[in-house]
């Protein structure tokens, strides 16, 4: 059946049609970007091209896998062959095919954050600055801009030589030792897949050619938060057939500190002189209050593209502002808020609360708790960081790359087999004076002094278990490796046996065996397509999860997240929390121009996120690091122009019995009465309903706003 482009507007149409090169796509929020992208694929498959040789890259790998089942519904049986990818899934597909070429194993293995920091306090203690290593954070994120920059080691070396400041130089010398580990572990950070992966192809003529070649189109969704490797591998890419398609929102950059360049779209017409560009302004999303309040904070930025949105659909609620005397209370009338929406027929997962950062989703938990409403957290704690599952996934690590030392360092003594610290200091010692890793250093621990005969044994014997894992893995697909690996190590039964003495050893059993469940639904999802998942492919997958992945949208339960990780998605109704000078902007008074605009424009992204309802919440006063500040409004609720709002204290507030509820002063109203509001003025009630706490009028006000009003909590009064 051919691709019905009638769903795609003119200008929607436009942009999947054409044919003539380098092509830009920048609109604002909800205007169907990511529409055009899939549908564009779509016709380009209709068309004859290749599917395989089209490189779609989205932001998440959640995205991804929501643009291939997109482009399979469109066009059967080609939606698994496209490359869609994340920059980073795409590098280590590359990479693993060339590993040779950079001379890195073939199972190199991909750190984490928590690895790498791990790596870069050993490279400080190496160096001599042990008092130093509360700031091993900081080098982290040092030395991954620097990879963002696609400065390696040595041109950062370069660069840190003119500097003035020694701090620059000392991040230097900690950045050339902690590769160095790098590569003697076999292993790559997230910066270091993209820094590769340009190398490889800058390098690599041959490569480069191929890939050049082989992709007939490239398309990037999100462009606006592109880094400068993204940036060069992206025109590298597309440089010989020049069908490059970027789409994205320059209001919607809210990556910078990350190390995106919001300049990459802004002079996408000045790398591509003839480049087609297509602007889209009706929005799809939202009702146009939201929208109006959107555009009224977004205009305040300065370094922007001017652009205004618009939609068919008219009416709807009023955006909602609402100030509560503290979080506590912020959470609970959420909450209640909720509750009400669910009265009136919406279902959980329509609705989601943003907030500015991961600390404010404790009061949100605890009222969601309280009222007995399931919620999902995304981006928390994630499932993949327990400790039991990183123990599990380090044996797998090591299993396939015995020279990631942070892996074997962690499951040396894991179940406890008699290596103590001294043991592995004197290990260690021996490792970093003869340049070996600490697996190659196992390998010979004869020549190792001062280890007891047992230790000696012990090390001899997790050796071998780790050769026999790793002939055992190569036949046996991921899950069967790892229930081996937790078999053979003797990890379940030491649990087993922890459960007598100890009674979160049964959780931990239990997320071993959540996690064997996790590998088999991956394998059985995979091998729909054909495809063996062996622990390799397991382990990569795993590495490379964003805390978007484990999202189901599905779910029946209230959705809570950052504003950073709502890009892209949509809800029926939103909750805009925390919106105070200080915490959202944050910083406020203390940031740069450039930092406040980040932040508005983080905003925008919150409220373009509503489809029909948007509340936007101020707490007076919250409580942060145990003091309790009080809070301005935020200036973005100001540049919204809505009107402030406060809400009755709740019956209950956690921990203290908070005083009484105002006694509710409930006005009954019947239709057809004229009534007035201190914002939207006067109006007609054209519809009653609930009763007591969530009596309701549906309000038509004469400016042509029709709005729907909970009777005791509106400013409204018989006109
Ligand atoms: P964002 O800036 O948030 O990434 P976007 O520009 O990528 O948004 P989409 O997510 O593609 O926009 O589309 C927003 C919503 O509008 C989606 O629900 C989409 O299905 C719908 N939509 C887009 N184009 C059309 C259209 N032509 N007709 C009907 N609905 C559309
Ligand atoms: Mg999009």
Known sequence: MPIDLEKLNPEQQSGALYEGGPLLVLAGAGTGKTRVITYRIARLIEAGVPAERILAVTFTNKAAEEMRRRIEELCTGKGALVWAHTFHAFAVRVLRRHHELLKLPKHFTIYDQSDQKKLVTEAMKELGLEDQTNKAAMYVSIISRAKDDLLDAQS?????????????QTASRIYTLYQKKLENAGALDFGDLLLKLCLLLKEHEQVRTYYQ??????????????????????????????????????????????????????????????????????????????????????????????KK??????????????????????????????????????????????????????????????????????????????????????????????????????????????????????????????????????????????????????????????????????????????????????????????????????????NLQELLNAVKEYEEKIKLAGEFIDLGRYLEQVSLQSDLDAYDPTQPCVTLMTVHLAKGLEYPAVFLTGLEEGLFPIGANNSSPEDLEEE??????????????????????????????????????????????SAPPSKQTFGVSAPAARPAHVVSYRVGQRVRHPSFGAGRVLELSGSG??????VQFDDGRLTKLIVRYAPLEPA
Request: hydrophobic share 40%.
């Open 156 to 168: 950062y070396a370069i660069y840190a030589a003119t500097a003035v400041d020694s701090a620059r």
């Open 213 to 306: 070649e082989y992709f007939l189109h490239l398309l990037v969704d999100e462009y606006q938060d592109t880094n400068h490797a993204q940036y060069i591998l992206t025109k590298t890419l597309a440089a010989k057939h020049r069908n490059i398609c970027v789409v994205g929102d320059d209001d919607q950059s809210v990556y910078s500190w990350r190390g995106a360049n919001i300049r990459n779209i802004l002079e996408f017409e000045r790398d591509f002189k003839d480049a087609k560009v297509v602007t889209l302004e009706q929005n799809y999303r939202s009702t146009p209050l939201i929208l109006e309040a959107a555009h009224k904070v977004i205009r305040n930025n300065k370094s922007r593209k001017v």
């Open 309 to 510: 949105l618009w939609t068919e659909k008219t009416g709807g609620d009023s955006v909602q502002v609402v100030e509560l005397p503290n979080e506590a209370e912020e959470a609970s009338w959420v909450v209640r808020r909720i509750a009400i929406l669910v009265e009136d027929g919406r279902s959980l997962k329509e609705t989601a609360i943003f907030y500015r950062t991961n600390a404010q989703s404790r009061s949100f938990e605890e009222a969601l708790r309280r009222a007995g409403l399931p919620y999902r957290i995304v981006g928390a704690v994630r499932f993949y960081d327990r400790k039991e599952v990183k123990d599990a996934l380090a044996y797998a690590r090591v299993i396939l790359n015995p020279a990631d030392s942070v892996s074997l360092g962690r499951i040396l003594n894991i179940p406890p087999r008699g290596i103590g610290k001294t043991s592995l200091e004197r290990l260690e010692l021996y490792a970093a004076a003869n340049g070996l890793t600490l697996w190659d250093t196992f390998c010979r621990q004869d020549q190792v002094p001062q280890l007891t005969a047992s230790c000696r044994k012990h090390i001899d014997d997790l050796t071998a278990l780790i050769r026999k894992l790793n002939s055992a893995a190569v036949e046996l697909s991921a899950a069967g490796a790892i229930a081996r690996i937790l078999e053979d190590s003797g990890y379940w039964a030491w649990l087993t046996a922890e459960t007598e003495t100890d009674p979160e050893a049964v959780g931990r059993l239990n």
């Open 600 to 645: 508005r424009r983080l905003a925008y992204v919150g409220i373009t996120r509503a489809k029909e309802l948007l509340y936007m919440t101020h707490a007076a006063t919250r409580r942060t690091f145990g003091q309790v500040y009080a809070n301005l409004p935020s200036r973005f609720i100001l540049e919204a122009q809505l009107s402030l709002h």
């Open 693 to 698: 706490e969530t009596a309701k009028v549906k």
